[in-house]
């Protein structure tokens, strides 16, 4: 007898890889060969990704923890809701609406999304409202309205890609981050293009490289900078396309007159010639694509780093011309999504700017409440969290699909201000390292028991539809966020997803990600819905005069730089077989978890006296860790690589924020190594 087949999406990163389901009770992943983003491919975490499914972790009912004791006790659906519902009017008894905090996750559905937005706004009335995708897509995000009038992370499709002459990776290790993704690589180098990835580390990506370079962290900005400056020198621009689609061009043409090539060899350490060979193969090719993604931007200047080469695209007359242009390999599995609907401080449904008169009226009369009740902007992500407890700050908030404590930068400093809460509601699948601080824990439904969209990194609208039963005491978020609703408000809130993006849908109408023309039923027609079009910018830019912004940005470099007492680079980033904070897939038998290491270069291990699996301590000024040493060739010696998805790296990570996106610097921090 054959088994029912589901088709739905893969829990994990932004391509949102086409899955069929089969069973309901032991499900099995096989492949979809019709979807068009992956063919059919999985990665391993794809494969094995209904392995938490059944698993002995799985919440299955409302907890409370005794503070006194540390205790946990079940307790009932309409108890635990209760008891959340009188922390929320005591906390906002005592502080007002912003006593209250709610923070998101960028692997919520869009539904999720927008529901937790009009739950922060109408029901609570609070303008504390932030999510984890700040931490991942938000400087290009940043950029990209800045330079074009909108965000897309690809404006285009990912098959694209393989039309590009000269493909450069800023920043990204797509073959272990995404790697269904890479095939189209393989499919550029096969037609005769070329691939440029720009990383501190060798990486299976810069394997499949034509030209690596490995600049010092947190200098990426001056590489475009000498890069640009190349290209003028060359008279390699595109005068017509600068004159009629873009603005800003001279005043960048003049910012980069200093930065010849010898100044980017002292700044970044890739050699003078390196640099002129990338000039020459840009100049030289009719088809430009530059992708960036969390290595360039989880930086103090990352928003500047992406408009940088955002002026080498547009300088070379490459943006709206197919195969070629600029965009951002998105990192959660809807990180695009996550932040068009409500869960940014600044933004409502539709990409709406929530200081914006006539979008707050749009999105109100949806909502069916007054504009002058809704909140304005709050604090972004990190901002709040250092917030919490303190003298004005929130004293309870609400935590939908984040775990922090992993994830957070300066994360010791960020688990502090936790526990000064008075009230911690998380809502998870298992008892994450967040879920095990709060007050209240509402175990919720995973992806595969669930219907809801996500919108992958080339701004699809794709539909995962529900394929397994979910557990009995198990309940979706949108339950817990009406459930709250009607406890705290008088405002309407539908538990039926298909029902929630209609009228999300409504909401968006005529902001910049509008879904207004999108259904269940097109989606699914369709295999997926391109917001805004399949190709953007090929006529004309989202700013009013149709015109692209380039913008003057000057290098800065790291916050934090290298001194006597801390003297290396430390950058993090992930590993193939896990995934963010490691919540689900540290617990999914089949994916391999060796726990944290420290990539070190044989020369800087030789002057520690450190030989690979031997222990490795690594300090900066927030924190130590230790982990067993990887002596490897493929990292600079001046730098040391540790992956984040354990409780650990984060700790030592820094906060300084990027003054436009408030991205933390992730990506660098200066550190010390020592034989532990």
């Given at each position: 007898m054959t088994q029912a087949q589901t088709e739905t999406h893969c829990p994990y990163c932004s391509l949102q890889c086409g899955m069929r389901l089969a069973g309901r009770r032991t499900p099995e992943v096989q492949p979809w060969e019709e979807f068009p983003v992956n063919q059919g491919a999985l990665c391993r975490k794809g494969w094995s990704a209904a392995g938490l499914y059944?698993?002995?972790?799985?919440?299955t009912s409302p907890l409370v923890r005794d503070r006194a004791t540390g205790e946990w006790s079940a307790v009932s659906w309409d108890d635990a809701l209760d008891r959340v519902a009188d922390g929320i009017r005591a906390a906002q008894a005592r502080g007002g609406p912003d006593a209250v905090a709610v923070f998101g996750g960028g692997g919520l559905t869009n539904e999720k999304a927008y529901s937790l937005g009009k739950l922060a706004r109408a029901a609570l009335g609070t303008s504390q409202i932030d999510y984890n995708g700040r931490w991942c897509m938000s400087s290009a995000a940043s950029a990209g309205i800045r330079a074009f009038g909108v965000d897309r992370g690809l404006p285009f499709p990912l098959a694209d890609v393989e039309e590009a002459d000269v493909l450069v990776l800023v920043g990204s290790n797509l073959a272990e981050t995404m790697p269904p993704a890479a095939r189209h690589l393989d499919r550029l180098r096969e037609r005769g293009g070329r691939v440029v990835v720009i990383d501190p580390r060798r990486t299976p990506t810069a394997d499949r490289a034509d030209l690596h370079l490995q600049p010092v962290p947190g200098t990426d900005l001056a590489l475009a900078l000498g890069l640009l400056h190349l290209l003028v020198a060359a008279g390699a621009v595109d005068e017509d396309y600068l004159a009629t689609r873009t603005t800003g061009w001279p005043q960048v043409r003049d910012s980069v007159a200093s930065w010849w090539p010898e100044r980017v060899e002292r700044v970044t350490g890739v050699e003078a010639h390196e640099l002129?060979?990338?000039?020459?193969?840009?100049?030289?090719?009719?088809?430009?694509m530059v992708l960036t993604a969390r290595g360039a931007e989880q930086h103090s200047t990352g928003s500047d780093?992406?408009?940088?080469?955002?002026?080498?695209?547009?300088?070379?007359?490459?943006?709206?011309?197919?195969?070629?242009?600029?965009?951002?390999?998105?990192?959660?599995g809807n990180g695009q999504g996550g932040r068009e609907h409500?869960?940014?401080?600044?933004?409502?449904?539709g990409y709406r700017r929530?200081?914006?008169?006539?979008?707050?009226a749009h999105v109100a009369g949806v909502w069916g409440v007054e504009p002058d009740s809704l909140p304005g902007p709050g604090r972004s992500a990190y901002e709040l969290l250092d917030a919490l407890g303190t003298e004005g700050g929130p004293s309870a908030m609400l935590v939908l699909g984040s775990n922090i404590v992993?994830?957070?930068?300066?994360?010791?400093?960020?688990t502090e201000r936790l526990e000064a809460l008075d009230l911690l509601v998380v809502c998870d699948v298992v008892m994450s390292e967040t879920a095990a601080l709060a007050d209240v824990v509402l175990p919720v439904t995973q992806w595969a028991e669930e219907t809801g969209t996500m919108t992958n990194l080339e701004g699809r609208v794709v539909l995962r539809q529900r394929a397994i039963t979910p557990p009995r005491g198990v309940r979706s978020d949108l339950d817990v966020i009406a459930g709250l609703a009607s406890r705290l408000s008088d405002v309407a809130f539908s538990t039926d997803p298909e029902e929630v993006f209609a009228e999300l849908g409504r909401a968006s109408a005529g902001g910049a990600a509008d879904y207004s023309e999108i259904t269940y039923d097109r989606i699914r027609a369709e295999g997926g819905v391109f917001w805004g079009g399949e190709r953007l910018f090929a006529e004309s830019f989202a700013h009013p005069d149709g015109r692209a912004r380039m913008l003057v940005v000057e290098h800065r470099g790291a916050a934090e730089q290298p001194c006597a007492d801390y003297p290396v680079h430390l950058t993090t980033g992930r590993v193939l077989a896990q995934y963010q904070s490691g919540a689900q897939t540290r617990r999914v038998r089949a994916l391999p978890d060796d726990g944290p290491f420290v990539e070190v270069h044989p020369l800087l291990a030789g002057r520690l006296g450190v030989a690979s699996g031997e222990p490795l301590r690594v300090s900066t000024r927030r924190g130590s860790?230790?982990?067993?040493?990887?002596v490897v060739t493929?990292?600079?010696?001046?730098?040391v690589f540790v992956p984040f998805h354990w409780v650990g790296v984060n700790r030592l990570t820094n906060d300084a924020l990027d003054p436009a996106s408030r991205m933390p610097e992730f990506k660098v921090c200066a550190a010390q190594v020592a034989h532990a």
């Open positions: 059944g698993s002995r972790e799985r919440l002129r060979e990338l000039a020459a193969w840009l100049a030289g090719s009719p088809r430009v780093t992406v408009l940088a080469w955002i002026n080498i695209a547009l300088a070379l007359g490459m943006v709206g011309r197919r195969g070629a242009g600029y965009g951002c390999l998105t990192g959660q409500g869960q940014k401080a600044d933004q409502l449904p929530i200081d914006d008169s006539a979008a707050r992993v994830s957070a930068p300066r994360a010791t400093h960020v860790m230790t982990a067993p040493a990887r493929t990292i600079r010696p001046d730098t």
